[in-house]
């Protein structure tokens, strides 16, 4: 059974119907996959919602809103050696569980799979796709798509073990860029990852999230990530690129002091990766520029965050 092999974690804060909508969705794929539903301290009767549901939705109750790193505390809930990530606006295609897990068993150092992404009621083909299609790194591994330093993490399948070693998402970054470091670590740990085409998810984006706070959060901690992994000539190049946006638009003064506060944690857990890694993360620079209006992922952010 698929469900051996694989389960699913959902992560929602405040998108009741959303969530709802994703589940109705979800229960189309093969029952024997488990659901976790990772609920960030929602206060708009999520949790009311959730108790309604049936015994195939495990529920993991956060006290507080983690962001992103909710999503370790669904991984570490799972015991399949796979698992597949959704927000409450986004859900796996029934067929497709199966064709990322195949990816996985086909290939055990990787560590990620990033499915095709269709966006809204008339599934156009969000942008992303195509960077990933026309990834610059080699296919080393043979998979049937493209390797990537990076993934979408509301639209992938991941290595349950490589998942963990790598430390998850980092509790820090809250929302925002948090695939970054991920891709980054995993990269650095030998593991590869992969946008497989065939795997399809669909998103229907909600229209609760701010997007300000969002572009501001991604940006801090972008510089944040090119310090706590780059050497010191790329740290100080996203700095002069973060601190002319910043200028641009007039909110200088507030993300350098945003960003301030980060210094110390970002100063200790310093650590600069290997040759071979900043060279990929140069040739990801250089896509990004080429892109500068679609999240590569890795790069920014991906289309497929949670507000």
Not at 125 to 134: I, L, W
Not at 212 to 232: D, F, G, Q, V, Y
């Given at each position: 059974?698929?469900?051996?092999?694989?389960?699913l974690?959902?992560?929602?804060?405040?998108?009741c119907?959303?969530?709802?909508?994703?589940l109705?969705?979800?229960a189309?794929i093969?029952?024997?996959?488990?659901?976790v539903?990772?609920?960030?301290?929602?206060?708009?009767?999520?949790?009311d919602?959730?108790a309604?549901?049936?015994?195939?939705?495990?529920?993991?109750?956060?006290?507080?809103?983690?962001?992103a790193a909710g999503r370790?505390?669904g991984?570490?809930?799972?015991t399949?050696?796979?698992?597949?990530?959704?927000?409450d606006?986004?859900?796996?295609?029934?067929?497709?569980?199966?064709?990322?897990?195949?990816?996985?068993?086909?290939?055990?150092?990787?560590?990620?799979?990033?499915?095709?992404?269709?966006?809204?009621?008339?599934?156009?083909?969000?942008?992303?796709?195509?960077?990933?299609?026309?990834?610059?790194?080699?296919?080393?591994?043979?998979?049937?798509?493209?390797?990537?330093?990076?993934?979408?993490?509301?639209?992938?399948?991941?290595?349950?073990?490589a998942f963990l070693?790598?430390g998850?998402?980092?509790?820090?970054?809250?929302?925002?860029?948090?695939?970054?470091?991920?891709?980054i670590?995993?990269?650095?740990?030998?593991?590869?990852?992969?946008?497989?085409p065939?795997?399809?998810?669909?998103?229907?984006?909600?229209?609760?999230?701010d997007s300000?706070?969002?572009?501001?959060?991604?940006?801090?901690?972008?510089l944040w990530?090119?310090w706590?992994r780059?050497?010191?000539?790329?740290?100080?190049?996203?700095?002069?690129r973060?601190?002319?946006?910043?200028r641009?638009n007039?909110?200088a003064?507030?993300?350098?002091?945003?960003?301030?506060?980060?210094?110390?944690?970002?100063w200790?857990?310093?650590?600069?990766?290997?040759?071979?890694?900043?060279?990929?993360?140069q040739?990801?620079?250089a896509?990004?520029?080429?892109?500068?209006?679609v999240?590569?992922?890795?790069?920014?952010?991906?289309?497929?965050?949670q507000?």
């Amino acid at each position: 059974m698929i469900g051996d092999k694989v389960s699913l974690v959902v992560l929602t804060f405040n998108r009741c119907a959303e969530l709802l909508r994703t589940l109705s969705r979800l229960a189309d794929i093969d029952a024997s996959v488990p659901i976790v539903v990772v609920d960030n301290a929602s206060t708009d009767g999520t949790s009311d919602a959730l108790a309604r549901l049936g015994p195939r939705v495990r529920v993991v109750r956060l006290s507080r809103n983690a962001g992103a790193a909710g999503r370790n505390a669904g991984v570490r809930a799972c015991t399949t050696p796979y698992v597949a990530f959704c927000d409450d606006d986004t859900w796996w295609l029934p067929g497709s569980i199966a064709v990322a897990a195949a990816a996985l068993d086909a290939h055990p150092m990787l560590a990620a799979v990033t499915a095709r992404v269709l966006v809204g009621e008339r599934q156009r083909e969000d942008p992303t796709n195509a960077v990933m299609a026309a990834s610059p790194f080699p296919n080393t591994l043979g998979v049937r798509g493209s390797e990537l330093l990076g993934l979408l993490a509301g639209a992938c399948m991941v290595r349950r073990t490589a998942f963990l070693e790598a430390g998850g998402y980092h509790p820090r970054l809250f929302l925002g860029c948090e695939e970054a470091l991920l891709a980054i670590d995993l990269m650095t740990a030998g593991w590869h990852m992969a946008y497989v085409p065939d795997a399809v998810v669909c998103h229907f984006p909600s229209s609760a999230r701010d997007s300000a706070a969002r572009s501001r959060i991604t940006a801090r901690n972008a510089l944040w990530i090119a310090w706590l992994r780059r050497p010191a000539g790329a740290a100080w190049l996203a700095t002069r690129r973060w601190w002319a946006e910043s200028r641009r638009n007039r909110v200088a003064m507030r993300n350098a002091a945003d960003a301030l506060r980060g210094l110390p944690w970002v100063w200790r857990e310093r650590r600069v990766v290997p040759a071979r890694v900043e060279t990929a993360l140069q040739t990801l620079d250089a896509l990004q520029a080429a892109h500068p209006t679609v999240s590569a992922p890795g790069a920014r952010t991906s289309p497929m965050g949670q507000a």
